[in-house]
């Protein structure tokens, strides 16, 4: 049974530029959550997609976007890249919005 | 607003030292409380949910417990291999989810 998987697994980018992280799901999760770990910290939360749809949102400006496909796969998408948004971003998959979250092995994002 | 606080922030134990890392939290109505183990680099790894105050659950060397402020994780004879940042994570009756800045454990051999 494959997990949560993640692509790519690094990227470098420069300050301005724009990226998409993409999420498969754990096989029978239909919930995809996204997070932001930078260094020393723990994850913080990004948003939920569940029916295709936004269903909840952290504290993260709308520079961050995301979308989910009829499948359940997930992406995220970053505008305007800035330093501060190097971190290790992290997808999680859950049966249902109050299912526990598996997460997949994240992407490195540097922003130089 | 949900809040997780995790001590200690470090912890270095012998092979063998049992010892316990601590998770407390604020919540508007705990909807569970999670543990995770990460790896340096990886994806945080599920170890345990809990509902309710009173609950424990087990696995291997770890001995998760709640109470209706905080959250133990017992290591019982640790062993090298469970050097790794602990993390715990609340969700609330909005479904949000919230983590803590984690314990990274260090097991000397």
């Known amino acids: 049974d494959a997990g949560v998987t993640q692509s790519p697994t690094h990227l470098i980018k420069t300050r301005g530029q724009q990226v998409t992280l993409r999420c498969s799901p754990k096989?029978?999760?239909?919930?995809v959550s996204w997070y932001q770990q930078a260094l020393g910290q723990g994850p913080q939360f990004i948003f939920q997609?569940?029916?295709?749809?936004?269903?909840q949102r952290g504290n993260f400006p709308d520079r961050f976007s995301g979308h989910q496909f009829p499948n359940y796969s997930s992406e995220l998408n970053v505008n305007a890249l800035l330093l501060g948004d190097s971190a290790l971003y992290l997808c999680?998959?859950?049966?249902?919005?109050?299912?526990?979250?598996?997460f997949g092995p994240g992407t490195r994002l540097l922003v130089l | 607003e949900d809040q997780v606080t995790q001590s200690p922030e470090a912890l270095r134990l012998q092979e063998g030292e049992s010892s316990s890392l601590n998770c407390s939290y604020t919540?508007?109505?705990?909807?569970?409380l999670f543990w995770y183990r990460q790896d340096p680099g990886k994806g945080p790894e599920f170890l345990f949910t809990?509902?309710?105050a009173g609950e424990e659950k087990e696995k291997e060397r770890l001995k998760a417990t709640l109470t209706k402020k905080e959250s133990f994780l017992h290591i019982t004879a640790p062993k090298p291999e469970d050097s790794a940042t602990y993390l715990c994570?609340?969700?609330?009756?909005?479904?949000?989810?919230?983590f803590g800045p984690g314990t990274r454990l260090s097991v000397l051999p």
């Open positions: 809990l509902y309710s």
């Open positions: 997609y569940y029916e295709e749809e936004e269903r």
């Open positions: 096989s029978g999760h239909d919930t």
């Open positions: 919540v508007s109505g705990l909807r569970g």
């Open positions: 999680a998959s859950s049966p249902g919005q109050g299912g526990t979250q598996y």
């Open positions: 994570a609340v969700r609330d009756y909005g479904q949000n989810f919230v």
